[in-house]
């Protein structure tokens, strides 16, 4: 493959339920490979900036409902728009950390009851992760965090269900579970541990989910 792919930026993903440290640690390893003199850029799932992105925040926020075929596959839309914006990044040498990503749109929409492989249908095709850190962090604690409950999804019962899911959805061969117990600091360590020698490596050209 090209010089391009070899030089190419790397797709690191976060995964796990709400108020797991997900944000939190995204931003210590975008300052961390920044400090090493890497290019990195943050995004995040959903992106609530764009006009599909107002439609889901009112979702979450409950003043509005839509159907669970609805909100999921504008949950899709909303990675399918980011999509030559992180293709372009990537390409261009940029790291990306995403807080958020496709296994999220399943979870969450699966934890409902929907079936598990219509939802994975409209997220085939997106750029695959090289690496999906999944934080774990006891659902005693998770509830405990900072404004937990605030949107339609953080409820204890339904947060176990979306767990359940996440763990059927892990592969080995591209995922690392992170415990997000312990501080800040501590976390962040065992996530740059995972994240360092992915980004100094030669992943190969970009490549597809689930094809
Ligand atoms: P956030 O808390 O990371 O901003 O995400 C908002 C909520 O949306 C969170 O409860 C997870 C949920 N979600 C989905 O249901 N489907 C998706 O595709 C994504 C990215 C998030
Ligand atoms: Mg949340």
């Not at 807080?99 to 009851?113: E, H, L, N, P, Q």
């Amino acid at each position: 493959y090209s010089t391009m792919s070899a030089n190419r930026g790397k797709l690191i993903v976060f995964e796990g339920c709400d108020r797991s440290g997900k944000s939190t640690q995204c931003a210590k390893l975008i300052e961390r490979l920044r400090k090493e003199g890497h290019k990195a850029e943050l995004l995040k799932f959903p992106d609530r900036t764009t006009s599909i992105g107002l439609m889901i925040n009112n979702y979450l926020a409950n003043n509005v409902d839509q159907r669970d075929e609805v909100i999921h596959l504008l949950f899709s839309a909303n990675r399918w728009e980011g999509m030559q914006k992180m293709t372009n990044l990537l390409l261009g040498g940029t790291h990306l950390v995403v807080d958020r990503y496709a296994y999220s749109g399943i979870a969450y929409s699966a934890a409902k009851g929907m079936d598990l492989q219509w939802c994975r249908q409209p997220d085939i095709g997106l750029t695959k992760p090289d690496k999906v850190i999944y934080m774990t962090l006891n659902r005693d604690k998770a509830s405990e965090r900072a404004d937990f409950g605030g949107e339609r999804y953080e409820k204890k019962e339904f947060q176990a269900k979306v767990e359940k899911i996440f763990e059927q959805l892990q592969d080995p061969t591209y995922w690392q579970v992170v415990n997000g117990e312990g501080t800040i600091e501590d976390v962040h360590e065992n996530v740059f541990n995972v994240v360092s020698p992915v980004v100094s490596s030669d992943c190969g050209p970009l490549k597809k989910l689930w094809t």
